[in-house]
């Protein structure tokens, strides 16, 4: 689980600032907004409010960019992604991870320019506040193999030179390229360090304009069983949007023809391939089709996500932009519940009713046995006005004078648990909202007008 995040000149962000999901003391709370794993106390939830313009959407891009960047072994990712205005001191870009995993606390880190890593490093922070380094890595591309890694007794057979002889290039990460190199199948010393690292990584989950995969397709989840089926008819009913029920309709032959001709490779697929299937999931355009060749051979078969209003059958562009976001968050609300992950939602509220908002959040984050937390931005004061979210929970980005992004958490005003947290932000007095004048320019006459 992720304990913190901190970027520094990654887009709008140029000094560094740290998102922290570690609790603070006193207030009230609501019951499973904090968890404990392997002694290590978080929360699950990180609401991100701020003007348009702040930063919101940069500080889940950064970490975006950054997971990306190490899991496809590629630091060419963050290239032009650092903070643009021009500045005194030129920051690398840096992006560091404090995080749990195996009951057991690590900081990941690396610098780069976006062409080569120019540091990385694995630290394991053990429960008597030691400090462990498992490897570092130099701008020179030399490894640093420190005492997890090395053999312990003179019977092991095999040694930390395993980790040592890696072919390097300067925009790899070295520990994404052990993984690559089969770390995973190697009984090497202090392998389990670098897997937990590797674990957290993936346990990532975005779903933002910039990132959508076809891990958080709905129609991909629908065909596996009840369990999913069972949760997005519950929750599209339960959302009171006048659809009576989630079907799974056949394509015609034609359409199939149609779309395979943008959606499968050519040429074919190298032989054996038993069962071939191709998602398609197409937000915008409200469309989830999934495509089956159970044999080579075989002609695809191919079957689209639709509603029921009644008798009759609707496609998915045809529903409001509230109930096709309500099918977008789906498929990863519900691998929240049922899996370890961190769920990253740039405008998570977007065209959802506030009420329906609050009580979305309300019955995820009191899913009995939740291991998976929750990072998003919003724009929804009303949040703030009812007992859902501590002090801690909230974070505002505003801009600072040089244009360069800031990140602070409300609890840094120590506002008193009965306070009208909606009413104090909307007057200002925590920052992070937009300040202006007249947005549309007065006409010449309008005052003669009568």
Known sequence: MLISFTVQNCRSFYEPVTLSMEPTKGGRRRTGHVFTQGGVRTQRLALLYGPNGAGKTNL?????????????????????QSFRLPMLQVLPMRF???????????????????????????????????????FTRTETGAITIAAPLKNHTETQSKTDEWYKWRTLEPHMFWLRK???????????????????????????VFLNDFATHATNAPQALFLQGAGFQDFLKTLIHNADVGITDVIQEALPQEEIQNLLKVLVPRPPLPLPVKKLQVIHCDFRKARYIILTQDAPDAPFTGSELKTRHGETTFPLHLES????????????????????????????????????????????????????????TTHTPDLLAEDVLHNDEVWMVEKRRDGSSDLYSLSRFMPRSDKN??????????????????????????????
């Open 178 to 204: 052990v993984e690559e190199d089969g770390l995973r199948t190697q009984q090497v010393p202090g392998r389990n360090h670098l897997i937990a690292a590797l674990d957290f990584l993936r346990s990532f």
């Open 60 to 80: 889940l891009r950064a970490l975006y960019l950054a997971v990306q960047a190490i899991l496809k072994n590629d630091c060419h990712i963050l290239a032009n």
């Open 421 to 450: 947290l909606r009413k104090g932000y909307l007057a200002g007095l925590y920052g992070a909202i937009p300040s202006f004048t007249r947005l549309v320019p007065e006409q010449e006459g309008d005052d003669d007008e009568e």
């Open 96 to 134: 560091e991870l404090v995080f749990s995993r195996q009951r057991a606390r690590y900081l990941y880190f690396f610098e780069t320019n976006g062409h080569q890593i120019l540091k990385e490093q694995l630290v394991w922070l053990q429960e008597d506040s030691k400090k462990t380094t498992v």
């Open 321 to 376: 932009d509230g109930t096709r976001r309500l099918f977008e968050l789906s498929a990863a609300l519900w691998r929240a519940t049922k899996e370890e992950i961190v769920l990253v939602a740039d405008e998570f509220d977007a065209f959802l009713h506030p009420v329906l908002v609050r009580q979305l959040l309300v019955d995820i984050l009191g899913t009995k046995g939740l291991n998976s937390q929750f990072l998003l």
